[in-house]
């Protein structure tokens, strides 16, 4: 059973960067990061394949988000620029099995706790 742990989210202005990290218990296939926000549904962010060739982003993230990891320390990262008030919500990370990037919410098998992330305005 992996288990995932995330950190780095906190409090930040319009504009500002926050760093996600999110630690695996063991190795893992993809991985994703997904968001939910107050009164919301949990959506998409971002995922990456197993070797990291191949990343996908939400259309409201595109070109201000980067996701990346590192193989040999079994940890995911979420660099997040030019943050907006609407990027405000739980982040959480998420693992497959699977070598194959997706991003449906029903493909992965692991889920961390979440970390909060806000930004004021």
């Known amino acids: 059973q992996v288990q995932l742990v995330e950190s780095g989210g906190g409090l930040v202005q319009t504009g500002g960067s926050l760093r996600l990290f999110c630690v695996s218990s063991g190795r893992t296939g993809s991985m994703g990061w997904f968001r939910q926000a107050p009164g919301k549904e949990r959506e998409f962010v971002a995922t990456i394949n197993w070797s990291g060739g191949n990343t996908y982003y939400a259309d409201p993230v595109k070109g201000r988000f980067t996701i990346s990891r590192d193989n040999v320390k079994n940890i995911v990262y979420l660099q997040m620029n030019s943050l907006k008030p609407e990027d405000t919500a739980v982040y959480y990370c998420?693992?497959?099995?699977?070598?194959?990037?997706?991003?449906?919410?029903?493909?992965?098998?692991?889920w961390g706790q979440g970390t909060q992330v806000t930004v004021s305005s």
């Open positions: 998420a693992a497959r099995d699977s070598i194959v990037a997706l991003t449906t919410q029903e493909a992965y098998n692991y």
